[in-house]
């Protein structure tokens, strides 16, 4: 799981650098060359500050420099620094994009290319305020009540795209957010292969602490199934969270915020889940 959460840690965080050389041409650019525009290159500057914990002073840019693979010693402060302060934020310059993604991959950036799309994406405030901690509730595909109840966390990543992750038993599904139409759309996949696909309505409300939905996937069988979903915000840290397996009278008894009412919510079987015939011919005869 990715680990810079926006709002509780720097944006911008330090890992581990691959080696990065001066002679990688960028073929999507003209004679290895890009054009950027100066207030994005000042928010580069104010990133590697942000992540050093050093103001850009010649002095510091110039250490700073010196720990980047593949750039000269001065290259922040000469190529960057010096450039942009005699130049208007609407004006470009001219700067190799080898080095350019040297500079991005120390932000912990894959190219630059990525880190100035981070740099410029604004923040959707509905989906930032989704940021946290919650449990999935879903009815287990039997005519019994059975109720499984699994963590999940929502954070967003260095590069701007939020991601919502649901602990299983025993693997963790991850996936990218996408919100159309006043709905969430989240395809989550295992490192199994295992996949499940959920939607959420959340209309123009921010902070909302139960969200419904559905969810559709394949049984530990591997049957196509479906039914109603629902997220109820949780304020234990995401470790804390725990996996269980619910049935009427465990949820009438409880004393989790929403999960008594719960019961009553995921009580009819016809109500909650769906799935197709057995199929055995794979002709019609396996619609009566």
């Not at 010196?66 to 750039?71: M, N, S």
């Not at 990525?114 to 923040?123: M, T, V």
């Not at 996408?178 to 696909?197: M, P, V």
């Amino acid at each position: 799981m990715p680990q810079a959460y926006y709002g509780q840690n720097d944006p911008v965080s330090a890992r581990s650098v691959p080696f990065c050389s001066r002679f990688v041409p960028d073929l999507h650019y003209l004679n290895g060359m890009s054009k950027v525009r100066v207030d994005i290159l000042d928010r580069v500057l104010k990133a590697i500050s942000k992540k050093t914990g050093l103001m850009p002073s010649m002095k510091n840019l110039n250490a700073i420099s010196e720990q980047i693979p593949g750039v000269s010693d001065n290259y922040l402060y000469k190529k960057i620094h010096s450039q942009i302060s005699k130049k208007k934020t609407s004006e470009f310059i001219g700067l190799r994009t080898d080095q350019l993604n040297c500079v991005a991959q120390f932000l912990g950036y894959e190219d630059f290319r990525s880190l100035s799309s981070a740099l410029e994406r604004k923040d959707d405030p509905q989906l930032f305020s989704l940021v946290g901690n919650y449990y999935s509730y879903v009815r287990r595909n039997a005519e019994k009540l059975t109720v499984l109840r699994s963590p999940v966390t929502i954070w967003k990543a260095n590069d701007g795209i939020f991601w919502f992750e649901l602990k299983g038993p025993s693997q963790a599904f991850t996936g990218e957010i996408k919100k159309r139409h006043g709905c969430l759309f989240i395809l989550i996949e295992s490192k199994g292969g295992k996949a499940f696909f959920h939607v959420y309505k959340i209309g123009e409300r921010a902070s909302p602490a139960v969200l419904q939905g559905t969810f559709s996937g394949v049984s530990t069988a591997f049957d196509p199934i479906g039914g109603r979903a629902v997220l109820i915000r949780a304020e234990q840290p995401y470790t804390s969270l725990v996996n269980a397996s619910l049935d009427g009278n465990t949820l009438k008894k409880s004393r989790i915020a929403g999960e008594k009412q719960l019961k009553a919510y995921f009580e009819e079987y016809l109500n909650n889940n769906v799935s197709p015939n057995r199929a055995s011919a794979f002709d019609i005869a396996d619609l009566e």
